[in-house]
């Protein structure tokens, strides 16, 4: 079963304050009718019908932008079974390289590499885990984040987050100072390092 | 004491880049290089930690950098080079932000329960050593026969897989540490590898062992007075 996650995002607030707006609208309109005087009506009702008019069509066009960007930018995570997040760390030729996948459907896979070494493990995640994993990642959505152009320093792992959707995917390359500069992208790389942990029975630590 | 001399230098290894800051003394007996570290966090991290950390880290320098090199002037003149560290709050050479637990460390971010060698392999950054390990992003570095790779159990290599207990300085790295100091101080040095003594290593009982014996064969003859010691 797949559900929603409860994400309370910038479109959903701006289409919660949109419906206010024409209702208010309505109420206004309402209240002219009944406490104007007929002889200011015509001219006034005019005056406000442009108003409100002008108002409507911003909204609406407010609503359509909002829309077109819920489903080019933001569509939702891990939210049907052909839907995947895909998290990589590391270097497999030094401290060693962490891949997770967790699929719509709560399948989560981990391997870590290290020169000849191989690990591999796979569990299905139980429902509230996978809404928990799902709640997080709308919450700390990585594609709002912004990957750094500075030069690496020795040693720092770069960060690779994948997002498929049906034939959609998003991907991003994060160098590690990324995750200490932003806090929120923090969030995804400790989901991620947990999933791994559990997944692994504690095998893989981050 | 002598007047401290401040190496300087911006490291390319693209992608990666960083600033090697230190400074050399040079002595009558010795030649010591100082490098100052500002450990700091954000998190919560108890004292203790912090002190296993400062502890393991100076430890670490002084298994792997000391009693490694012999700097040689133009004279002949040999200093042996002694690395330390200091711990200090303003002007460092080097920031570090401390994280608890485990992770991923790199030079500017290091994790409580690191393996100290990690530790002792960021320092040697530090001091300008390069990466010597494969990592498909670097130009120098992206394959197992690349120019920048080595497979001696450097200490800047991969020494999770050729072994931790293996791990050490090169003589290639003596003489990167003694051009730098070179450049800085304007004395030409050379870098010589010194013979290897650890704590509880093998070196010293098999240094000793193999020096006591050839005292034997070779001296006891001459001087019976010692000829009655146990061997």
């Given at each position: 079963?797949?559900?929603?996650?409860?994400?309370?995002?910038?479109?959903?607030?701006?289409?919660?304050?949109?419906?206010?707006?024409?209702?208010?609208?309505?109420?206004?309109?309402?209240?002219?009718?009944?406490?104007?005087?007929?002889?200011?009506?015509?001219?006034?009702?005019?005056?406000?019908?442009?108003?409100?008019?002008?108002?409507?069509?911003?909204?609406?066009?407010?609503?359509?932008?909002?829309?077109?960007?819920?489903?080019?930018?933001?569509?939702?995570?891990?939210?049907?079974?052909?839907?995947?997040?895909?998290?990589?760390i590391g270097n497999?030729?030094f401290?060693?390289?962490?891949?997770?996948?967790?699929?719509?459907?709560?399948?989560?896979?981990?391997?870590?590499?290290?020169?000849?070494?191989?690990?591999?493990?796979?569990?299905?995640?139980?429902?509230?885990?996978?809404?928990?994993?799902?709640?997080?990642?709308?919450?700390?959505?990585?594609?709002?984040?912004?990957a750094s152009q500075k030069d690496l320093v020795p040693d720092e792992a770069q960060i690779?987050?994948?997002?498929?959707?049906?034939?959609?995917?998003?991907?991003?390359t994060f160098r590690d100072q990324d995750?200490w500069?932003?806090?929120?992208?923090?969030?995804?790389?400790?989901?991620?390092?947990?999933?791994?942990?559990?997944?692994?029975?504690?095998?893989?630590?981050? | 004491?002598?007047?401290?001399?401040?190496?300087?230098?911006?490291i390319q290894d693209p992608p990666f880049g960083w600033?090697?800051?230190?400074?050399?003394?040079?002595?009558?007996?010795?030649?010591?290089?100082?490098?100052?570290?500002?450990?700091?966090?954000?998190?919560?991290?108890?004292?203790?930690?912090?002190?296993?950390?400062?502890?393991?880290?100076?430890?670490?320098?002084?298994?792997?950098?000391?009693?490694?090199?012999?700097?040689?002037?133009?004279?002949?003149?040999?200093?042996?080079?002694?690395?330390?560290?200091?711990?200090?709050?303003?002007?460092?050479?080097?920031?570090?932000?401390?994280?608890?637990?485990?992770?991923r460390?790199n030079l500017n971010h290091?994790?409580?329960?690191?393996?100290?060698?990690?530790?002792?392999?960021?320092?040697?950054h530090?001091?300008?050593?390069p990466d010597?390990?494969?990592d498909p992003m670097s130009k120098?570095r992206?394959?197992?026969?690349?120019?920048?790779?080595?497979?001696?159990?450097?200490?800047?290599?991969?020494?999770?897989?050729?072994?931790?207990?293996?791990?050490?300085?090169?003589?290639?790295?003596?003489?990167?540490?003694?051009?730098?100091?070179?450049?800085?101080?304007?004395?030409?040095?050379?870098?010589?590898?010194?013979?290897?003594?650890?704590?509880?290593?093998?070196?010293?009982?098999?240094?000793?062992?193999?020096?006591?014996?050839?005292?034997?064969?070779?001296?006891?003859?001459?001087?019976?007075?010692?000829?009655?010691?146990?061997?």
């Amino acid at each position: 079963m797949n559900t929603k996650p409860r994400s309370y995002s910038k479109n959903r607030k701006k289409r919660i304050i949109i419906t206010y707006f024409y209702i208010d609208i309505t109420i206004n309109l309402l209240n002219d009718l009944r406490m104007q005087s007929y002889s200011d009506y015509t001219a006034f009702c005019s005056v406000r019908f442009w108003v409100c008019y002008t108002a409507a069509t911003a909204a609406m066009v407010l609503n359509s932008s909002s829309r077109l960007m819920n489903t080019q930018d933001s569509w939702e995570l891990l939210d049907t079974s052909n839907s995947s997040v895909r998290y990589q760390i590391g270097n497999p030729h030094f401290e060693g390289q962490t891949t997770v996948v967790i699929q719509g459907n709560g399948a989560a896979s981990v391997e870590f590499v290290r020169e000849t070494e191989k690990r591999s493990y796979l569990k299905q995640l139980a429902p509230e885990r996978l809404e928990e994993v799902r709640s997080t990642l709308a919450a700390y959505d990585p594609r709002k984040f912004t990957a750094s152009q500075k030069d690496l320093v020795p040693d720092e792992a770069q960060i690779q987050i994948e997002i498929v959707e049906g034939d959609r995917t998003w991907v991003r390359t994060f160098r590690d100072q990324d995750r200490w500069d932003q806090s929120n992208l923090q969030k995804d790389v400790e989901l991620f390092g947990s999933v791994a942990y559990e997944v692994s029975d504690g095998n893989v630590q981050f | 004491m002598p007047d401290p001399v401040e190496i300087n230098e911006l490291i390319q290894d693209p992608p990666f880049g960083w600033t090697s800051r230190y400074h050399t003394f040079i002595e009558d007996d010795r030649i010591d290089v100082r490098l100052r570290i500002n450990l700091r966090s954000d998190q919560q991290i108890s004292l203790r930690d912090v002190l296993k950390v400062r502890a393991g880290t100076e430890d670490s320098v002084n298994h792997y950098f000391n009693q490694r090199f012999e700097m040689v002037d133009s004279e002949g003149r040999k200093r042996p080079l002694r690395v330390s560290i200091e711990f200090i709050s303003d002007s460092p050479d080097l920031m570090v932000r401390l994280h608890p637990g485990k992770g991923r460390s790199n030079l500017n971010h290091w994790f409580v329960d690191a393996d100290p060698i990690i530790r002792a392999h960021e320092v040697g950054h530090a001091l300008g050593l390069p990466d010597e390990y494969v990592d498909p992003m670097s130009k120098n570095r992206a394959t197992a026969d690349a120019s920048g790779i080595y497979h001696d159990h450097s200490l800047m290599g991969n020494f999770f897989s050729e072994g931790v207990d293996q791990a050490e300085l090169k003589q290639r790295h003596g003489e990167i540490l003694a051009n730098k100091i070179s450049e800085a101080t304007g004395i030409p040095l050379k870098a010589q590898e010194q013979p290897r003594i650890t704590p509880n290593g093998p070196h010293e009982v098999t240094t000793t062992h193999e020096f006591l014996l050839q005292y034997k064969e070779n001296w006891a003859h001459i001087q019976p007075t010692y000829s009655g010691m146990k061997m």
